[in-house]
């Protein structure tokens, strides 16, 4: 039920910001505000006759045996746990955050880490030299092939990321 | 004839040592993701797509070709030798396939799987190039409507298709729709859904949508899943014994059933190989001369799923080269390729011989490509199903890394990364609610499609709705939407009453 109400209490903002858009539309024609109206007046229409519909359906389950699953997948799949989901997020959000101020190199070997120990690898040398392997392969890749500037970092992290680049033949 | 011609051309191009070398990885790298059950075709090429960025444009797709080539044959190798799926298309292979490991017979089974292959990606991508140019030519007689008719469509059997509630499906899809309106409107100029904000005025690129849902997503939700896979590949159940003539022979209503089924289906928006090797097995265990045998072990269970999952590729392929309409996530990342090489696919790349012969330098890879993979597993089954010892948290490690960098390669700026990662934290959400993500990532990717198309045709005929239905060919298409978007519908509610009538004929069950 939370998502669906969740989804129509967007739905219904975007509507209004829509109802909002400033232009000027020639005569007999349709605005660019149509297209996205017509999109979030149907996410309203479905949200609220799912949400609706799930409601009743609880209910009916509550009251009787008369309740009919809905159609499912063949190949369901068992359910993600939140915790390590949210974990990776959280590590993947510090990681962004640090990006330009700690630098490609430093930044990613030590998320790779993170990474490799959500996903229950927990030897810790073997982890270190592959993440140390694998950030030293993609700023590789990344800057002597595909010419990617990937960020140095600021302060003493620049001049390590500097001198490693040069010790690679990167510049 | 003048198709033939073409396709030597073509052939001629797949044969440069460039092309070569990315057809050779495109098919290993495909042959490692689908055998990994955490990883998959679609992040195969989802890997390899910052890799073209500075490719030229025919390497490119050949490299992303192979990959979703091969990555429909790869994982028979596990699903047949250690009953691990490395994809949900590779499920049926394992009823009958690991069945016949059991009794001794994994070689034959390897080579049934094999031939079925090499059938289904030879034959379906011969009848696709003889349909390109037809196809084509009548794409070009596609005004507005017809092409919001044909993106409508895909949209509809996308969530048809979906394999879940339709209102969630439904409710994925508009998400998609909505999050392609945000930016500058190409009509007006004005910012849509942008808060100010200097990261959502250039828009949202697809690209991110589909990186962010099919990569990073789906491997948090991996992680999250805590997927744990043991296998000692062991080199001497690695071997294939090809089926003799007349063993061929008695399976041939198979191979031409499924070979037809794959193709045709594969043609269909959001009927990946997943959808189409299931159907394929389903049909031959129905209609099949030994159906009620299926699922103990007979040849016609690895023939069946093994055939349509490879055929469906070429089914795939050929309506984003003619119409520029993708129908699948892999698909969806090729098109990303061609149109970061500035060329948009469709009828007009039909038009000048330059780019003619890259589309048939396309098709002549996939021939190529087939034969390819068909060796490589022939030789290398013990070399390949290695990948299954890679622990899964280092795999994921560098999956994950190479969505964000190459996120970040795309346009050099960090605003990518953090798309991703919200895209990546949706994709989780929507597998915790049980809503589909592929509806969502269509959405996205052909909505600017669908907003073009369906904002000419309301400015061309003065806002008359009513032309997606008059117009021949778009009403003919609009019908098919309405009957693949019932058709669930439909199916559910007799479902429902066969389910109330046993109830009230046997009230204690």
């Known amino acids: 039920m939370i998502p669906y109400a969740l989804v129509f209490g967007v739905a219904a903002f975007l509507l209004y910001r829509a109802n909002h858009f400033e232009f000027t539309a020639a005569a007999d024609q349709i605005g660019p505000d149509n297209w996205p109206k017509l999109i979030l007046f149907m996410i309203m ?29 063949p190949f369901e799949r068992e359910h993600a746990d939140m915790r390590i989901v949210l974990t990776c997020v959280a590590a993947s959000l510090v990681y962004l955050a640090l990006f330009e101020i700690v630098g490609f190199f430093f930044d990613t070997l030590v998320f790779v880490m993170a990474l490799i120990w959500i996903g229950r690898f927990r030897r810790f040398w073997t982890a270190l030299a592959i993440s140390a392997v694998t950030t030293l392969l993609f700023m590789l890749v990344f800057m002597r092939v595909i010419f990617v500037a990937l960020p140095i970092g600021i302060g003493p992290f620049e001049w390590l990321s500097t001198s490693l680049m040069r010790l690679l033949g990167v510049h | 004839m003048h198709t033939l011609q073409l396709l030597l051309a073509g052939f001629a191009e797949v044969f440069k040592p460039l092309d070569l070398l990315m057809m050779f990885i495109g098919l290993l790298v495909g042959m490692a993701v689908s055998i990994m059950p955490g990883l998959g075709l679609v992040m195969g090429v989802v890997i390899a797509l910052p890799f073209t960025y ?41 009823w009958d396939g690991y069945a016949m490991t059991q009794r001794g017979e994994a070689a034959k089974a390897l080579g049934w799987a094999l031939v079925a292959a090499l059938t289904g990606g030879l034959v379906s991508t011969a009848v696709m190039t003889t349909l390109a140019t037809p196809l084509s030519e009548f794409a070009l007689k596609f005004g ?15 969530v048809a298709l979906a394999g879940t509630s339709i209102p969630n499906a439904l409710i994925s899809l508009f998400l998609g729709l909505l999050v392609a309106t945000i930016g500058t409107d190409s009509t007006y100029g004005i910012e849509r859904f942008t808060f100010n904000l200097p990261i959502l005025s ?69 009927a990946g190989a997943t959808i189409t090797s299931f159907v394929s097995y389903a049909i031959e265990r129905q209609y099949g001369r030994r159906g009620s045998k299926i699922g103990t072990g007979i040849p016609e269970g690895i023939v069946a799923p093994q055939i349509a999952s490879t055929a ?42 330059e780019s003619t012969l890259i589309v048939y330098t396309i098709m002549a890879s996939m021939f190529v490509a087939v034969v390819g993979m068909c060796m490589m597993g ?48 949706l994709a989780a959400l929507f597998e915790r609610y049980r809503f589909p993500v592929s509806p969502m990532v269509l959405g996205a990717i052909l909505g600017p499609l669908a907003e073009d198309s369906y904002m000419r045709s309301m400015i061309t005929y003065h806002k008359d709705w009513t032309v997606f239905f008059t117009q021949p060919i778009a009403g003919g298409l609009m019908v098919l939407s309405i009957v693949s978007l019932s058709y669930p519908v439909v199916r559910s509610l007799l479902a429902r009453r066969r389910e109330m009538a046993v109830a009230t004929e046997y009230p204690d069950l």
């Not at chain 2, 070709?65 to 292979?93: K, W």
């Not at chain 2, 984003?320 to 061609?338: C, E, Q, R």
């Open chain 2, 144 to 158: 507005a409507p017809e092409y919001f008719a044909a993106v409508f469509f895909g949209l509809t059997t996308v």
């Open chain 2, 312 to 353: 469906s590729v070429a089914g795939h392929i050929v309506p984003l080269l003619t119409l520029g309409i993708p129908g699948s996530g892999a698909t969806a990342v090729i098109l990303a390729a061609f149109l970061l090489h500035g060329v948009q696919p469709g009828p007009f790349l039909f038009e000048n011989p």
């Open chain 1, 45 to 73: 229409a479905t949200s609220a006759f799912e949400g609706v519909r799930r409601l009743l359906t609880a209910r009916n389950i509550r009251s009787g045996p008369a309740a009919v699953p809905i159609v499912e997948s």
């Open chain 2, 202 to 270: 250039n828009g949202v690129p697809y690209v991110m949508v589909l990186v962010g849902m099919y990569g990073f997503g789906e491997i948090l939700i991996k992680l999250g899943q805590s997927l744990h896979v043991e296998v000692p590949p062991d080199r001497a159940s690695t071997k294939t014994r090809f089926p003799s003539f007349a063993e061929l022979w008695e399976l041939r209503a198979t191979f031409i059933r499924s070979t037809v089924l794959g193709t045709v289906l594969g043609a269909v928006p959001g």
């Open chain 2, 54 to 94: 500075g490719m030229a444009l025919e390497p490119s797709i050949i490299l992303l070709t192979a990959i979703y080539m091969s990555g429909t044959y790869a994982g028979c190798f596990t699903a047949i030798l250690y009953r691990i799926p490395g994809e949900p298309m590779d499920v049926p292979l394992l």
């Open chain 2, 378 to 425: 022939f030789v290398w089954i013990h070399v390949v199903v290695k990948v299954l010892t890679i622990p899964q948290g280092v795999l994921a490690a560098i999956v994950i890394m190479f969505c964000l960098v190459g996120a970040f390669a795309d346009r050099n700026t960090i605003s990518d990364m953090w798309m991703i990662v919200i895209f990546g934290t």
